[in-house]
């Protein structure tokens, strides 16, 4: 084996494991949390209001993020909402005191930040057949001033409370990591065979 095929298959080794690297970075990337319960349940019929409205997450959340990052919040088919704002983060599991209006279809939505600091939110419909508890708002209450804004995520719900384009972000810094690492092994394989290559008649 000449001196220039060893460099290529010694390049070909060191660029399919930059490609190795850059597959196994980009789903870390990805894992942000994943609803795997609430109160209500999507889609249930509510006779009863529960003592209070939650989800819960996979894993513990990053409740440092601060309050204002999460929302938990009942929002009435005619656009009203209701419950105080006040939320309980502890450990995966957001909650907050249950408040509803008249009977009629309604959506509890949420917000929570992963662990890894990414946003995640989502919606649940479900449907309330018992009495008022509460009056409604044209604006969602908060404890401490701040209005959250669990509108910051997009893209259809994938039916599990996780809306597409966030729970499939990867954060820009690591793509261009990624990137330039695959760049850097591309140019060194490039020298590589230029330095061994032998010339015509030598």
Not at 17 to 43: D, I, M, R
Not at 75 to 95: E, K, M, N
Not at 103 to 118: F, I, N, P, R
Request: net charge negative; with cysteine; hydrophobic share 45%.
């Amino acid at each position: 084996m000449t001196r220039a095929l060893r460099a290529l298959a010694a390049a070909a080794s060191v660029v399919a494991a930059g490609a190795a690297l850059a597959l196994v970075a980009a789903p870390a990337a990805e894992a942000h949390s994943v609803l795997v319960a609430s109160t209500p349940e999507a889609g249930v019929t509510l006779a009863e209001l529960p003592a209070e409205f939650s989800v819960t997450m996979n894993e513990t959340l990053l409740s440092g993020a601060g309050d204002a990052a999460f929302a938990l919040r009942v929002r009435s088919s005619d656009g009203l909402y209701y419950g105080d704002g006040c939320l309980t983060i502890v450990d995966a599991t957001v909650s907050t005191p249950a408040a509803i209006g008249p009977a009629g279809d309604y959506t509890l939505e949420w917000q929570v930040v992963s662990a890894d600091g990414h946003p995640v939110g989502g919606e649940i419909p479900f449907t309330w057949t018992g009495e008022a508890t509460a009056d409604g708002a044209t604006e969602p209450a908060a404890c401490g001033g701040a209005v959250p804004n669990p509108g910051t995520t997009t893209g259809p719900d994938d039916g599990s409370g996780h809306h597409g384009d966030t729970a499939s972000e990867i954060p820009l810094g690591d793509v261009l990591w990624i990137v330039g690492a695959v760049l850097v092994v591309a140019l060194a394989v490039t020298g590589a065979l230029i330095a061994t290559r032998r010339r015509p008649g030598t």
